[in-house]
């Protein structure tokens, strides 16, 4: 059972997502609770691999309220767990010209915190039409079907 926290809708529209990995995260318990509480925002982070580890940077987890003063850094840079062949078959993706790694989502797998990462290409700005006016068709054959049925 899985309680979604928050979604990077952005990353959709921004690359093409070619493979997808479920890492977890290492936080502070004061994070975990700031986290169930929904206040978590993936909007400006991206991983980099460092050695044989993999951080988050840029994740924005609000301070818990009723934690205390050694509530750590809303940005602070968050180890991802993962095995070290995912770590391989990311460093070796990233290699590749225009391919990155984005996290996707965050939620809540039992009482564990998720991230699924993204190993993605950049989109130009002719595939964003592209992707943008392939929507607008779908949607409007959906209206079309609802108005007839």
Same mark, same amino acid.
């Given at each position: ?6 979604q ?21 318990g ?5 986290? !169930?509480?929904? /206040?978590?925002? =993936?909007?400006?982070?991206? *991983?980099?691999i ?6 988050? @940077? &840029?994740?924005h ?14 940005? !602070?840079?968050? /180890?991802?767990? =993962?095995?070290?062949?995912? *770590? ?8 590749k @010209? &225009? ?7 965050a ?37 079309e ?5």
């Open positions: 059972m899985e309680k979604l926290i928050s990077n809708k952005k990353a959709y529209h921004e690359y093409f997502i070619e493979e997808t990995f479920q890492a977890g995260i290492s936080l502070t004061t994070e975990v609770k700031s986290m !169930r509480a929904g /206040r978590c925002n =993936l909007k400006e982070s991206y *991983i980099r460092e050695g044989n580890s993999a951080f988050i @940077e &840029g994740m987890i609000s301070p818990y309220t009723h934690g205390n003063i050694f509530n750590p850094d809303p940005i !602070r840079k968050r /180890r991802l767990l =993962l095995h070290k062949k995912e *770590i391989n078959k990311l460093r070796m993706g990233v290699t @010209e &225009g391919y990155t790694i984005v996290p996707i989502k939620y809540f797998s039992r009482c564990y915190v998720k991230i699924d990462i993204a190993l993605a290409k950049g989109k130009k700005l002719y595939d964003k039409r592209e992707t943008e006016a392939k929507k607008t068709v779908q949607r409007n054959i959906q209206r079907m609802a108005n007839r049925g």
